[in-house]
Every structure is written in C-alpha cells, then in structure tokens.
C-alpha cells in the first residue's frame, strides 16, 4: 500500500542547480581556493546547500570559522538570485497527481527553512506539501535515512509506504535504508546504473515520468522492492 510521496528539494522539485553551482564557484574564487573540487559528487553536492554546506567547504578551508563564513557567503548570494529559481517540468502535476490518489506529499531537504520557504514561496508551492522537513531538524544527512525517517514520523505513515523521489545517490541510499520505495532522477551526475545500483526501483529522465511511474502504482496497489 502507498500512503505518501517524499520529494527531494534541490534538484528534484527545483531547477536551481546551476545557481548554486554559481555562487559556490563565486564564493571560491573570491578566496582563490582550489577550484578542482567544484564538480558534483557522486554522493551529493560539493556545494551542497543545506546542512552539509560547512562540512564541504572544509574540504576547501579546514578552519571552521572561516569554512562557516563561506558558507553563509554562499547562501546570502543564492538569497539574492531566489527570484531566477524555477520549478523542475512536470513539479505541479506530479504533486497534484499523488494528492487525487489519495496520498499524502512530503518535502524533505538538508536546506535550512530560511532558504526554503522563499523558494517555497518564489515558485508558489506553499501548500504543495502536507509536510517539510529541513536539515535543523536533523543530525544525520543523506545518505543516513534519519530525515525521510522524521519526515514519515511526522506524516503518520510507515516508512514502507513511503515513495521518494531524489536527484542524488545518497538520497536515494538513504530512503533505500528508510525502507521506502526510491524514484531516481537521472543526471549526468547520476546516471541510471549508479541510481539503480543505490536501491532506485526506477530511474526517470524528468518527472513527468515519475508521474507515469505513481499512476503505474496507483493500478498495481503496491510498490516495487
């Protein structure tokens, strides 16, 4: 039985990362840190806007004042650009899809509250969701399922009812490790084999086919291991 659909934020109900892959680059280049780590990682972002932002920077800058200062850098320079972010293709009538199911929608990011109600509020997705939950919340990240554990705590529902949809390896890894069934967005950053080798039942180019994916569940009444 399916009771919710948990959506991953950045990346996956979002088209913004390429803005914060912008103003990551400008933050490092402004302190002439190493820039060869820039790229996306396999397990996530390097520029990882939520919770994990400190910690990757420290990568670049391990004192943790300094690593905290361009974190918040960061962030204030992705504030300033919340009005260009915009709502991955087929966000809207995936979300509404699962609500004439019957089911609950969940938002669950490692981004601070602050960042996402604006984006929440720019891309006019408010009340999209019966329940966010953001990286303040938590202690451990992706790939820990700590957070999509809260997030089905909160709903009410067992986490194997849950479906997750997610754009990255460790969000995939971690609603695998929740016990839900995972969705993966295909990326250049993770392509179908590595999405389906962290636990993803299905692996979508965009979420109009995720959408296809839900409706083919719908009919069945249960979910893919």
Known sequence: MIS?????????????????EE????????YHLETN???RQPNGWLHEPGIGLVPNFR???PDIQKAEKLARETRQLY????????????????????KRLGW?????TASIWET?????EATEMYLAFDVTTTGEEIIAN????????????KLGVDPAECIVIEDALAGVRAGKEAGMTCIGMVSGYAPEKMLTGAGAGWAVQDMRQAAGVLSDLSRVGRTST
């Not at 996402?116 to 929440?120: A, H, I, P, R, S």
């Not at 992706?142 to 705590?153: C, Q």
Request: net charge negative; glycine share 4%; proline share 3%.
């Open 4 to 20: 919710a659909v948990i959506f991953d934020l950045d990346g996956t109900v979002l088209d913004n990362e390429h803005i914060w």
């Open 142 to 153: 992706k790939p820990d399922p700590e957070i999509y554990l809260l997030t089905a705590y």
């Open 116 to 120: 996402v109600e604006e984006e929440l």
């Open 37 to 39: 780590k820039l790229l």
């Open 59 to 61: 990568q670049l800058e």
């Open 104 to 108: 609950l929608t969940a938002l669950s």
């Open 23 to 30: 103003v990551f680059a400008q933050v490092v280049n402004s």
């Open 79 to 98: 504030k300033q650009r919340i009005g260009e972010v915009k709502l991955a293709k087929g966000v809207e009538e995936t979300a509404a899809l699962a």
